[in-house]
């Protein structure tokens, strides 16, 4: 199986600061990475697909990058609707495996 | 509009089976792979399997097979996944998940609110 590591597993940033997520593959996943937004309660919710692709109506503070093993969300200007957890998922092998999460608080 | 809508939670008790339902509207139910996930607090979600609702065919995580079973019912636009003998490591929220994409890249575009299932005697 592909191992999915992510980091940080938790963040605190300030309102308008830019916050980085890394996640590192196992293997050469060929961008099959998709990041995901989970607040509590709720379920995940599609933010970038094939590594660098925003998903519809996802804000546009939100990108993408990597190729590879090595894989980043970038949410710039960050806002208070942006905390939550987000988590990274490799798609290009069975079975998909997904990070193990970064929890995004507000300093 | 798309929804998935799930079934309620469970209590159940260790050793029986559950089955727990993922109902599809506002798109066409056999265009499209159904995935189920597994989401315990503090670990990282499991990719559970995949169902395609026009053949039945399935994919399963190996870690999951034997446990778990994975059909449809077209005509009601369910999903359903059953889930074997149950221990307490089983608790967690379950998630169905509708794939979309292509080129054999399928990433999850709509999921499903969850339905927690609780193992306890």
């Known amino acids: 199986d592909i191992q999915m590591t992510q980091s940080p597993a938790s963040l605190s940033a300030s309102l308008g600061e830019t916050v980085t997520i890394e996640c590192r593959a196992s293997e050469d996943i060929y961008n099959g990475l998709a990041w995901y937004q989970q607040k509590p309660g709720k379920s995940p919710q599609l933010l970038i697909y094939?590594?660098?692709s925003l998903h519809t109506g996802v804000p546009s503070r939100f990108s993408g990058s990597g190729s590879g093993t090595q894989y980043s969300l970038k949410i710039n200007s960050l806002q208070s609707e942006d905390v939550a957890s987000y988590f990274c998922q490799q798609y290009y092998d069975y079975p998909y495996t997904f990070g193990a999460g970064t929890k995004l608080e507000l300093k | 509009e798309v929804q998935l809508h799930q079934s309620g939670a469970e209590l159940v008790k260790p050793g029986v089976s559950v089955k727990i339902s993922c109902k599809a509207s506002?798109?066409?139910?056999?265009?499209?792979?159904m995935h189920w996930v597994k989401q315990r607090p503090g670990q990282a979600v499991e990719w559970i399997g995949v169902i395609n609702p026009e053949s039945g065919g399935t994919d399963y995580n190996g870690k999951f097979r034997g446990k778990v079973t994975l059909t449809v019912d077209k005509s009601s636009s369910t999903a359903f996944m059953q889930l074997g003998s149950l221990t307490p490591e089983d608790t967690a929220v379950y998630y169905c998940?509708?794939?979309?994409?292509?080129?054999?890249?399928?990433?999850?575009?709509?999921w499903g609110p969850g339905t927690m299932v609780t193992v306890s005697s």
């Open positions: 998940a509708r794939d979309v994409g292509s080129s054999g890249y399928w990433y999850f575009d709509f």
């Open positions: 094939n590594a660098n």
């Open positions: 506002g798109y066409s139910f056999t265009s499209y792979n």
